[in-house]
């Protein structure tokens, strides 16, 4: 997993690109008739029900866009929230409000909606060990903050990107000549490169499951596609040997029959790629 120092880095990089590609040289609607002196407060209202996520995020966008800008912050990350709530107020230069205010809002919008669904299948599972995890089917540009929002929803972040994990997908297996060469050719690169990355090998069907089991130094089994009858054998076979995950389409309606099949994780793209909006508006006050 990338360190603190590397995800906050990557946050600075979301506002920075977010601000350049929204403001440009100027935000000429606001600079034609608002005072450059004009001072303003505006709250952020809640027209929605869910789980909120994205105050400290609007915190950090507030620091860049204007040091002087002041929130506070009446409901924290990872808080329920029902229609008619004020999050927080920010109080300032309105001209700064104005400026921060879309990238605020299109943030905490959908980092809402991801760690609401991400509650949703928390609860699915409990009473289970199963830990439900993200993927890297993210919107482009902004994967911290929706990796951000998982944690805030109580899930778990898979592996950030390509460069903090191996990950023996199928085609990394069928491109490499099978399982045993793949992961073979693994170990020999971490060894040759001096990285200790954790490898994750996905496996299609029991046969695959088996064999994978011949090759020490694996983390974690991908059960992928299988079903129920299957994934039970396939985690009675993997024992205490490695850590299992199972994923591939799981939904609302399977999730928790899956993790009655004693898996240690289940990840689920939907967290991330199939979400609605949480309707959020910052108003003057």
């Avoid at 008739?33 to 809640?46: R, S």
């Avoid at 029902?82 to 205010?101: C, M, N, R």
């Avoid at 009675?236 to 040997?241: E, M, N, P, R, S």
């Amino acid at each position: 997993m990338i360190s603190k120092a590397q995800f906050d880095k990557e946050i600075q990089l979301i506002i920075a690109n977010a601000i350049r590609e929204d403001v440009g040289d100027g935000d000429h609607s606001s600079l034609a008739c608002i005072p450059f002196d004009a001072q303003g407060k505006a709250k952020l209202l809640v027209k929605d029900e869910g789980i909120l996520a994205g105050v400290e995020f609007a915190k950090s966008v507030c620091e860049y866009v204007d040091p002087n800008l002041e929130i506070e912050v009446l409901i924290k990350d990872g808080t329920p929230v029902a229609y008619g709530d004020i999050a927080f107020y920010i109080s300032g230069s309105s001209l700064s409000i104005l400026k921060a205010e879309r990238l605020i809002l299109n943030a905490m919008q959908r980092m809402s909606a991801i760690a609401t669904k991400t509650k949703k299948f928390v609860a699915l599972l409990e009473g289970t060990h199963t830990k439900i995890l993200d993927t890297r089917k993210t919107t482009p540009g902004t994967r911290a903050l929706e990796k951000w929002a998982v944690k805030i929803g109580g899930g778990e972040n898979h592996r950030f990107a390509l460069y903090d994990m191996i990950m023996l997908k199928d085609n990394h297996i069928d491109f490499a000549g099978g399982i045993t060469q793949a992961i073979d050719k693994t170990k020999a690169y971490l060894k040759e490169t001096g990285r200790d990355l954790k490898i994750i090998v996905e496996a299609r069907d029991l046969d695959e499951i088996k064999e994978i089991l011949k090759s020490d130094g694996v983390y974690r089994i991908l059960i992928d596609n299988f079903n129920y009858e299957d994934t039970r054998t396939a985690v009675a076979l993997i024992g205490d040997q490695c850590l299992t995950e199972s994923s591939g389409g799981i939904d609302e309606s399977t999730i928790r029959k899956y993790a009655e099949c004693g898996v240690d994780y289940i990840s689920s793209g939907a967290l991330t790629h199939s979400v609605y909006n949480l309707d959020l508006s910052l108003k003057a006050v």
